[in-house]
């Protein structure tokens, strides 16, 4: 008898009935699917994905080895701009409101664990066993979170002001709950009233927090949907497949949510090209006829008129253009390689630098650097660098897709087709990252059928890459030292400079005379904080302030600043130099010449607004005792305008001509050098050369790793 047959005494064979029952491999992800509608009412729709994560990792945890798909190393890498962007978080961005506080932390903490919970998705999906994470299986959750994303929108559309108080904000800290990120994770409502059409409109988001993410989730379900449903689903599913997507179409019009119609429509011409190249006539027709019948319909509801109303209304363009252009140029300017780690406040708004969202009018404010789209977090937050490391983990999975020779395949090169044009517009960190990168996961585990764990070995696992770059440590420690080197070379070298703050109150815009008795042409322009502001960057305030040789006073443009406090006529004008007295004196001098200059304008205007006042009485004096002046009513009227002009002659002389008052003139304080920007790059430079010549030159590597050990010398 072979040895592998024999038993020990207390050996006792396992059977079916006393071995131990285990749940089964999908159920994380069948949990936080399925109860999906009851963890958006507890206030865990915007976390559960990240809890599902925790159980996929100890599956994970458990496996002898751990395998990953091809681009996954851009994937890492990317992961630890995330991470080393820590150090970034309390740099100032230029164009950004200065300092932050300890919330700015929690939404890097929020943000690094969705990216964790989505690198999990991946390799889980990838390491799945396809008896119980089948494709089957996945396609229903998915279609079954469609079904829940469009009966939330249609609860948004048909009572758009519900809301409820779900069990976590019971348990929440009041300071936690006043924040804005946290509110909108944890408060269960059903849509956003927002002013898209120029009236107030309800955008659908149950079961998500926001409008924009429930446009990017349910054209990311759809497909599941369509194939579970529609190609393999029950008869049940096939017959009321078709009532679902009429009840979907509801709240997606009114959703106003171009970015949707955007990828509806190019998944339409994506199912159309892939008929188009198999040479399927009836599938072509089908489609064709489904699709005339659908458009000829919408064309008769009154859904039309809205969708017409939506695109007639673009006023949100120019602000989105604006506030892109700005996240690049800061970037450009402040932290091009690693980043600002999270995003920043603008300072100001695009209409006024006093400008900030109100109660009244929340659209008055801008968004914060970095959103507005995936991509623009990204380069904002991980910089130039990150932003390519993203995109070529995207861009290899779809590579991987694009023949479509499997439905999955299918499935996921649509979605990733859809990510690439809605990570322009919205914010798909969350869901439909989770989506996607589990959907490339089982994407590579049905390319490799004859290579999964259960079958045989493959040749890259996650306990190889570790130990590659374990192996490799004294390259990457040498990299990384020479990046802080060069980080702190740079730091040592660049001029210590100081900033001097002086506050000026503005005064009240004086009060003229009516358009009744001067023109509106002779009314001196409104003095407003921005044109205050373009006054303080004059060439006359400049040159007066300026201390140095010729043309010193162009050099001074570069050193003002010029902010305001939010809603309030309060000018801080802002003087930088490498000496703190020569900042403090210039801040003093530009305060002064921009008060005297504002001054003498003041009193010109008053003078030229006198005189014209003065001549018109001359004129009157003139006209009396005229040949057309006949009638006892000119009298009285004359007499009325003289009574007037005389009062408001009066009042311009009792008019004060000051601009305004400084209410406090700080010293000169030292403007925190860079120090963090500069290392972290250093470091992700470091990390990617090594990670770089491991790839290209691996002998070298190795030969730097593994020193050959010196023989020792006979005696």
Not at 32 to 44: E, R, T
Not at 378 to 383: D, E, R
Not at 417 to 422: D, I, K, P, Y
Not at 484 to 502: C, K, M, Y
Request: charged residues 20%; glycine residues 8%; proline residues 6%.
């Amino acid at each position: 008898m072979p040895a592998s047959r024999v038993l020990a005494p207390d050996a006792v064979p396992q059977t079916t009935r006393n071995r131990p029952r285990r749940w089964p491999e999908h159920w994380p992800l069948t949990v936080a699917l399925v109860g999906f509608p009851l963890w958006w009412i507890a206030g865990l729709s915007g976390v559960i994905a990240i809890l599902a994560a925790v159980p996929m990792a100890v599956q994970l945890a458990r496996r002898r080895r751990v395998f990953v798909p091809p681009g996954f190393g851009w994937w890492v890498l990317f992961l630890v701009c995330v991470v080393v962007g820590v150090l970034t978080l309390w740099a100032d961005a230029p164009g950004a409101v200065p300092g932050g506080g300890a919330s700015r932390l929690m939404v890097w903490g929020y943000r690094v664990a969705w990216y964790v919970a989505c690198t999990i998705a991946l390799l889980w999906a990838a390491n799945s066993d396809p008896r119980s994470v089948s494709e089957r299986r996945v396609f229903q959750l998915f279609g079954w979170m469609f079904v829940v994303t469009a009966a939330g929108g249609l609860l948004g559309v048909l009572a758009p002001t519900l809301e409820l108080r779900s069990l976590v904000e019971l348990f929440l800290p009041g300071g936690l709950r006043s924040n804005s990120l946290v509110r909108g994770i944890v408060h269960p409502g059903v849509a956003d009233i927002q002013t898209v059409l120029g009236r107030p409109e309800a955008r659908p988001k149950a079961p998500f927090a926001f409008a924009n993410s429930w446009g990017a989730n349910i054209s990311l379900y759809l497909p599941f949907f369509l194939v579970a449903w529609l190609k393999q689903g029950r008869r049940w599913q096939r017959l009321a497949a078709p009532l679902v997507l009429a009840v979907a179409a509801m709240p997606i019009v009114y959703s106003l949510n171009r970015g949707l119609w955007a990828s509806l429509g190019l998944g339409a011409a994506f199912v159309v090209a892939r008929q188009v190249v198999r040479g399927n006539v009836v599938a072509i027709v089908g489609t064709a006829l489904v699709g005339g019948i659908a458009v000829a319909a919408f064309l008769v509801s009154p859904l039309s008129d809205l969708v017409g109303e939506r695109l007639e209304n673009q006023h949100s363009n120019d602000r989105r253009g604006q506030l892109l252009s700005q996240t690049v140029s800061s970037t450009f300017e402040g932290s091009p390689v690693i980043g600002f780690g999270s995003t920043r406040d603008v300072q100001g708004s695009f209409a006024s630098i006093a400008g900030a969202s109100t109660p009244e009018c929340p659209a008055c404010g801008v968004p914060p650097l970095g959103t507005q789209g995936h991509i623009w977090l990204v380069i904002f937050s991980q910089g130039f660098l990150g932003t390519f490391l993203f995109l070529a983990f995207f861009v290899t999975s779809l590579w991987r897709t694009w023949r479509c020779r499997t439905t999955i395949e299918t499935v996921c090169t649509c979605l990733l087709l859809f990510f690439a044009l809605q990570m322009w517009v919205y914010d798909t960190l969350g869901m439909p990252l989770f989506t996607i990168m589990l959907t490339i996961g089982l994407v590579w585990r049905s390319q490799h059928p004859d290579e999964t764990p259960y079958r045989g070995p493959r040749r890259r696992t996650l306990q190889r890459m570790v130990r590659d770059a374990w192996e490799a440590r004294r390259v990457y420690a040498a990299a990384v030292a020479i990046g802080i080197l060069v980080a702190g070379i740079a730091v040592v070298r660049q001029p210590q400079e100081s900033v001097a703050r002086t506050s000026v109150l503005l005064a009240p815009s004086p009060v003229y005379l009516t358009t009744a008795i001067v023109k509106a042409s002779a009314l001196p322009r409104d003095i407003t904080i921005d044109t205050e502001a373009a006054l303080v960057f004059s060439a006359a305030a400049r040159d007066a302030a300026a201390s140095g040789p010729t043309g010193a006073e162009d050099a001074l443009t570069d050193r003002i600043r010029v902010t305001a406090a939010p809603r309030t006529r309060v000018l801080n004008i802002d003087v930088r130099s490498t000496d703190p007295r020569r900042a403090e004196a210039e801040s003093r001098s530009l305060t002064e010449r921009y008060l005297e200059l504002r001054r003498d304008y003041l009193e010109k205007r008053r003078d030229q607004m006198l005189e014209g006042l003065r001549d018109r009485l001359a004129q009157m004096d003139l006209s009396a005792g005229g040949p057309d002046d006949t009638e006892e009513l000119s009298a009285d009227v004359r007499a009325r305008e003289r009574e007037a002009i005389d009062s408001a002659i009066n009042n311009l002389i009792l008019t004060s001509t000051t601009a305004g008052e400084v209410v406090r003139a700080n010293t000169a304080v030292e403007v925190r050098k860079p120090m963090g920007v500069l290392v972290a790059s250093g470091i992700i430079l470091g990390i990617t050369v090594a990670a770089v010549l491991s790839v290209l030159a691996p002998r070298v590597v190795q030969a730097v790793s593994r020193p050959r050990l010196r023989r020792r010398r006979r005696p």
